[in-house]
T-cell receptor, first 117, second 116 residues
Framework: AQSVTQLGSHVSVSEGALVLLRCNYSSSVPPYLFWYVQYPNQGLQLLLKYTTGATLVKGINGFEAEFKKSETSFHLTKPSAHMSDAAEYFCAVSDRLGSSNTGKLIFGQGTTLQVKP | SQTIHQWPATLVQPVGSPLSLECTVEGTSNPNLYWYRQAAGRGLQLLFYSVGIGQISSEVPQNLSASRPQDRQFILSSKKLLLSDSGFYLC???????????????FGNGTRLTVT
């Protein structure tokens, strides 16, 4: 089975500080990995995705993530936090084991990022 | 460009009443469609997905049902709501499987359902 674990349900950083949100996955096949952001009472917006190729993936809003197979990780980072980054962040893996290959995503439990002035 | 619409944005319904949430996608054809539920502090749970008209797969047994009467229309329903049906419901679409499994999901803005 495939799964995603996000370490830390709440992360607090100061404005201008490094943002690091942790995600570890479990998959018996090469994973397709995604990061989404959700602002209050809104849907999820895709930040970035990894499928194949370059392991360092750049996304929107200055975020990036690095796929590390040896560590089964896909941590999300941003060099300098901005107040507008405060939101909930979800890591997800594409369900590639289902017989119907529907492209379903399996989500982590989410990490709430707080940015302090 | 593709857009996804979900309505209503918020809904308050009494226990035992029916439910109908609608989702439509524009700008693409034959999308995969999904209904997720997000309960407070519990992440996202996939409820239903559909790979074509009339084709519905249920992920978890529950008090809800889904239908896809048209290619780009996905409806979530219930005959009698329970208190436990409260939550934030999200519709999403992705390119169909023939276009690759790495297609991301694109989400609507969600419906906040409160069952009283």
């Amino acid at each position: 089975a495939q799964s995603v674990t996000q370490l830390g349900s709440h992360v607090s950083v100061s404005e201008g500080a490094l943002v690091l949100l942790r995600c570890n996955y479990s998959s018996s096949v090469p994973p397709y990995l995604f990061w989404y952001v959700q602002y209050p009472n809104q849907g999820l917006q895709l930040l970035l995705k990894y499928t194949t190729g370059a392991t360092l993936v750049k996304g929107i809003n200055g975020f990036e993530a690095e796929f590390k197979k040896s560590e089964t990780s896909f941590h999300l980072t941003k060099p300098s936090a901005h107040m507008s980054d405060a939101a909930e962040y979800f890591c997800a893996v594409s369900d590639r084991l289902g017989s119907s290959n529907t492209g379903k995503l399996i989500f982590g439990q989410g990490t709430t990022l707080q940015v302090k002035p | 460009s593709q857009t996804i619409h979900q309505w209503p944005a918020t809904l308050v319904q009494p226990v035992g009443s029916p439910l109908s949430l609608e989702c439509t996608v524009e700008g693409t054809s034959n999308p995969n469609l999904y209904w997720y539920r997000q309960a407070a502090g519990r992440g996202l749970q996939l409820l239903f997905y559909s790979v074509g008209i009339g084709q519905i797969s249920s992920e978890v047994p529950q008090n809800l049902s889904a239908s896809r009467p048209q290619d780009r229309q996905f409806i979530l329903s219930s005959k009698k709501l329970l208190l436990s049906d409260s939550g934030f419901y999200l519709c999403a679409w992705s390119k169909n499987r023939d276009r690759g499994l790495n297609s991301p999901l694109h989400f609507g803005n969600g419906t906040r359902l409160t069952v009283t």
